[in-house]
């Protein structure tokens, strides 16, 4: 099983700007998807976006033109950028191998 590790959450004002990381355990050049979600207390996981092992990448409409997702295979890592962020952001943000690997999450509390 894949292990994926966060990092990179914390707290920022609206407007300003974040980068998580996701440590992938194996080689992320030949995992075909590694996505992240976002989830806040009590409502389920909600897709944020997902990179392929061809590069190519997918946003949620509600961030596509604020937050990039992408990938250093030297690192075996995904980083989402987060520009603009707005208090609805706020969320643990996690990240995943498809069908069932996830990290621990990292938070990311975004004030007015």
């Known amino acids: 099983q894949v292990q994926l590790v966060e990092s990179g959450g914390g707290s920022v004002q609206t407007g300003e700007s974040l980068r998580l990381s996701c440590a992938v355990s194996?080689?992320?050049?030949?995992?075909?998807?590694v996505a992240w979600y976002r989830q806040t207390p009590g409502n389920e996981r909600k897709f944020v976006a997902l990179?392929?092992?061809?590069?190519?990448?997918t946003c949620a409409d509600s961030v596509k033109d604020r937050f990039t997702i992408s990938r250093d295979i030297s690192k075996n890592t995904v980083y989402l950028q987060m520009d603009s962020l707005k208090p609805e952001d706020t969320a643990v943000y996690y990240c995943?191998?498809?069908?069932?690997?996830w990290g621990q999450g990292t938070q990311v509390t975004v004030s007015a």
């Open positions: 995943k191998v498809p069908p069932a690997s």
């Open positions: 194996g080689s992320i050049g030949s995992i075909h998807i």
């Open positions: 990179i392929t092992s061809g590069g190519s990448t």
